[in-house]
């Protein structure tokens, strides 16, 4: 019972990534235990998203294909279509706030 649980434990910490991540995987494969078959991608912490784009936008107006490049770019293992639903998502919550404003393919800050 002892092993299933240190097995499952390890497994946790791998799939949620991070600095401990490589060091479980090396101790599942010495234990001989399976690997699990996904990994959690959650690079960004709560807000991290909004504050990118936040920080693109003050520089002018942008496209959401311009949020994903830099998405891509900061976290560097996600890929295209998921670094473009969140740049798209991040910003339809921005305008829903009403942070920002979308002419066209372009999204701006909204004048105060």
Do not use: H
Request: proline share 3%.
């Amino acid at each position: 019972m002892q092993d299933k649980t240190i097995d499952n434990s390890l497994r946790a910490i791998w799939r949620n990534g991070g600095e401990q991540a490589e060091l479980a995987e090396r101790l599942l494969i010495l234990r001989e235990a399976k690997l699990p078959r996904f990994r959690r991608v959650r690079p960004l912490n709560k807000g991290a998203c909004r504050k990118i784009i936040l920080g693109m936008l003050t520089d002018g107006p942008i496209t959401s294909s311009q949020v994903a490049d830099k998405l891509q770019e900061i976290l560097g293992n996600i890929g295209r279509k998921s670094a473009t639903n969140r740049a798209y998502l991040g910003l339809i919550r921005l305008e829903g706030a009403g942070v920002v404003v979308r002419e066209g393919r372009l999204w701006g800050l909204v004048e105060s």
